[in-house]
């Protein structure tokens, strides 16, 4: 990668006709790709010119979205404002929530209530 953008130029690649996002300190003009993205105009705008790290981590991109994005690579981020990278092993444990009796009750706990009533319902009408 060649290019290199401050964060400030990005910001300035808000537009429908110029549009830039960073992912993971690497920048990616995303203007070639509004008719084609799979999640629709709107969200590569709403993220255009920003830091979109977070927001392309959290949808869970597929290994082939991954690979696509390389096509629209425009340079990087200068070194003095790179943020960190979190790799996808870290992404993978944040988002694993812990097992845990609060959660299996929460998840559970309506269904199985309701079963119970419809069953004791049941019972009270059907003796």
Same mark, same amino acid.
């Given at each position: ?24 300190? @690497? ?13 629709? @105009? ?86």
């Amino acid at each position: 990668m060649a290019a290199q953008f401050t964060r400030k130029e990005v910001e300035a690649r808000n537009q429908r006709d110029n549009a830039a996002i960073i992912i993971d300190n @690497v920048v990616y003009d995303v203007t070639p790709f509004f008719d084609d993205h799979p999640g629709g @105009v709107e969200v590569l705008l709403d993220n255009a010119g920003k830091d979109a790290s977070q927001c392309f981590h959290d949808v869970g991109h597929s290994e082939i979205a991954l690979e696509w994005r390389q096509q629209f690579v425009a340079g990087e981020v200068v070194p003095e404002e790179h943020w960190p990278v979190r790799s996808r092993d870290q992404q993978a444990q944040q988002a694993a929530e812990p097992l845990t009796l609060a959660t299996l009750i929460s998840v559970w706990g309506p269904p199985l209530v309701l079963a119970a009533l419809a069953a004791l319902f049941y019972m009270y009408l059907f003796p």
